[in-house]
């Protein structure tokens, strides 16, 4: 919760759907206008009393300021029915768009231009798998489930159309016949395979090394996929070894061994084969790229910039004598936030109401995903292990090859309804490996034909039982990709939630995370004993064979999933000598650990500097405090400019390029938001990734500018001779002549888009973020925009920094990426912690609730997150008693 990759297609999909219906929004407000009471008919009721149907007992809801809800219920089922209706009130647009995604039912909202999308979904089986773990339920936590639905359920019964939410009144100008349909456990469940999906780890690298492989020397793929600098940056279990690059000393990776004539053991494949048949093989693999980007963000850019800062700090070292609990998730900006602040308290704690515990919800989803207890607090970054493959799998008609015989395919037809269409059947396709990602478009990915395993350098398929076709002379066969992944197997993340959110020391926290299986996390720890720890959960698969690396032959077994690592196998500590633990998607062991997790870590360079500043403090003996904490998320310190300004400051330059020179003397390297320094240097990055690697590699091997890139660069500024600083396109040849014509050219660049005065220049003029509405946000159409969306707020920060404001450097400098939420928890006493919320608890626009914590979370300022009753009694802004219907 890092491969660099673009901005999924998915919403410019549904923005190119919505022109139509914004051209008509645009004349209702120009001849009628919405209206003040359109506008706000959805707002909830917060106070008074509201009678609902399946509650045992009144509930009490206080609300601060902020609308951040605490839910006092006297059983647990009357507890989550509460929550379901809270959601309900405050996010149900929200709730309703993301089944729709989780189901492959986008086509029922937008039409015709969603079909690609849903079949690609349906494909995967998102709600397939969802409903198949709502059967496994014991019946404790399917109650639970059960119960948040009746209470989504109970406001649904009174609330419809625009009374729910303004996008329904917008919805309804052009999809008049759309009904909201009941709440199921099963729509709650699904929302846990799009959390999976969007922090699948490395699938995108996956395919990138393929294309890369079919143009670049195994030795070159190596240098685009750098591995862990375990040597420089830490590991969580292991070495806390740090390395700040400083000023004439850049960090610098270890060069790339060269190739063998052996298939490599990190990738399972012999990338020394020469590539054949080139524009078949990246042709289809492009194609699957494309394909996987049309799916809508639900949490951020997928891949390895989708990261978190966690870490934990034991009482030796703070100034209260006890713990402290850093937290922050980087994912996709969202209007509303994808998080929901809330707190979930049984009057009295029994076997049968068990739970006090505060936190960020995801709306649509019963418990607490992230929080504290009265006696444990945890937090959450992504471990991204590699637990997805790609399989080429030889298809004859209806059925695959396995070990030397025809099997059957297994098919599924389903239909997809279609607004103002037809429907739309499909047919679904699976080996035993996974489904078939083929024929979104009617020809996706068969192009892949018999070229891909010469391509690959994979062995032939063999022979196997022949059809009377085949016999004939006639070869029918096609290869296909197939994907084999964790979250497709029911598992039981769904009873994970309430585990946790009931637990009270370190033995039933670790027993509620072996629940947790998908996705994997980095889980830290701490409770009011003192006790620091963490544990990576997850099932993260054991391979006969290679690593996962590169897509590998179906027809065989060899290449096949033998089991899973077990729990008790996974990394994990408890009171380390050292006295913190810090994740940042940095890599969990140190090499040589028995267990393969994945070769594609976050790079640790977030992880390398939250554990310098921590070192920094501790051995001049300042004890650590929340406020400390709180500064350290904050940390806006560039690891890339630490090492690259140096070397560009002995570039010759002359007239403007030198004056905005002059501009990194003496500079911090502090990406902060009114830097001009950092303006400058972040339009050279962006403007040397595109010189370096334009028309060498396909989309310039997605180097997004994040902590890949960081490392690439660095092990070539080493190397001024490299062709990698060479580009005939732009006639460089060399380290100077390239970083020469980069920073002439950023000069330019940087005047067209903050004027001529190099020192007016700041990075938060140009580094800036939109907040949009997950659905209606990108029409393209400005009165839809403006109903829906708010900013933009200028940020600091950056990819590969701390403060993970992060940019896609392939897109432009606009934000793409960050700290989703803000969170210190102190253990000595729960109400001097603190959190923020990126927009705020209402999903409503214009309500007051819509935005008010952006520009504290802008400005890196935090809420009071209060916890005892008598606290959050005294900070009450409205009190709202749900009571059993008569």
Known sequence: MGTDAPRSKGHRRI??????????LSLVLVTAGLGVWTVTRSFPTLSGTVDIEGLSNPVTVTRDQAGIPQITAKTAADLFLAEGYVHAQDRFWEMDFRRHVTSGRLSELFGESQVGTDTFVRTLGWRAVAEQEVALLDPVALGYYQSYADGVNA???????????????????????????????????????????????????????????TTLTPTEVNQLHPEYPAGAHPTITGSQTVVVPSAGAPEAAEPAGEPTAEPSASTGLDLTVEPASVDSYAGALT??????????????PAGGEIGSNSWVVAGSLTNTGMPLLAN???????LPSVWYQVGLRCQSITADCPFDVAGYSFSGLPGVIIGHTERIAWGFTNLGPDVVDLYIEKITGDSYEFDGAAKPLLLRDEKISVAGGDDVKIEIRSTEHGPLLSGFDGTTYQRIASDYPKAAGLPTASSGAESGAEASGVDLTTYELSLQWTALTPGRT???????????????????????????????????????????PGLIPIRASGSGTLPVPGWTSEYGWTGYIPFEALPSTFNPPSGYIVTANNAAADPGSPNLLTADWDLGYRANQITARLQELIAVGTPLTAELMSDIQGDNYSAIAAALVPRLQEVRLTGSAAEAQQLLDGWDYQVDADSAAAAYFNVIWR????????????????????DRAFSVVTSLLGQPDSPWWSNPTYGTVGQESMLRRVMTSAAAESADLMGSDPTDWQWGSIHTLDLKNASFGESGIAPLEWLFNRGPYELAGGSAVVNAVGWDATQGYQVDWVPSMRQVINLENFDDSTWINLTGASGHAFHSNYTDQAPLWRDHE????????????DDAADTLTLKPAA
């Open 328 to 334: 922050d998730p980087h994912l996709g900006p969202a």
């Open 687 to 706: 403007t040397l990734l595109k010189d370096m690697f334009t028309g060498k590699v396909d989309d310039g091997a997605h180097l997004t500018g994040g």
């Open 155 to 213: 406001y649904l019964d009174t609330h419809d159309g625009a009374d729910l939410s303004l996008e329904y009144a917008v919805l309804g100008l052009q999809n008049r016949g759309y009904e909201v349909e009941p709440w199921t456990p099963a729509d709650s469940v699904a929302w846990l395979k799009a959390m999976a999906w969007d922090l699948r780890s490395n699938l995108d690298d996956e395919i990138d090394r393929a294309l890369l492989s």
């Open 494 to 536: 769904a009873s994970a939630i309430f585990a946790l959110n009931q637990a009270t020391d370190w033995t039933s926290f670790r027993a509620a995370a072996e629940l947790f299986e998908v996705p994997a996390q980095n889980l830290t720890y701490a409770d009011v004993e003192g006790n620091i720890g963490y544990q990576a």
């Open 287 to 300: 194609e699957l790229r494309a394909a996987l980007s049309t799916i809508p963000e639900l949490l951020g």
């Open 15 to 24: 923005r190119r759907l919505l022109i139509a219906l914004g051209v008509v």
């Open 862 to 873: 935090t809420r009071p997150w209060l916890f005892t009753p008598a606290a959050i009694k």
